[in-house]
């Protein structure tokens, strides 16, 4: 007697599915194929890093002056409140505590130079 299946009892086992039928690792290669890309990596900015990407030249300037320009005492020229009003009546968005925290480096971008 060889032994087989036995009577009364289910015969086929099914197969594992392979690697390169798997729906999941189809789908998976899907996925990290979306995310092939030739541009450089992009650091992750806080909002006022992001304005200083996406702003045209003269607002960058200005912004740039706005955040590090002081006064003779060495006080900051203008107040984070002060440039979050520039920025949102010029209809930029921006995180009104985001400037403080851009400016002293506290943020997800470099420091301010
Ligand atoms: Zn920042």
């Known amino acids: 007697m060889r032994a087989g299946a036995e009577p009364g009892r289910p015969t086929a ?3 594992p599915p392979t690697l390169e039928q798997g729906p999941i690792q189809r789908r998976a290669a899907v996925a990290l194929a979306d995310h092939f890309t030739t541009k450089s990596p992009v650091r992750s900015v806080c ?6 990407a996406i702003m045209p030249d003269d607002d960058i300037t200005a912004l740039r002056q706005m955040l590090t320009s002081r006064r003779a005492d060495g006080q900051y020229a203008m107040s ?3 440039i979050y009003a520039a920025l949102t009546a010029e209809g930029y968005t921006v995180g009104r505590g985001t400037i403080g925290n851009h400016r002293r480096g506290d ?6 130079a």
């Open 13 to 15: 086992k099914t197969p």
């Open 47 to 52: 909002s006022v890093g992001r304005l200083l």
């Open 80 to 82: 984070a409140t002060q």
């Open 107 to 112: 943020c997800s971008c470099e420091a301010v």
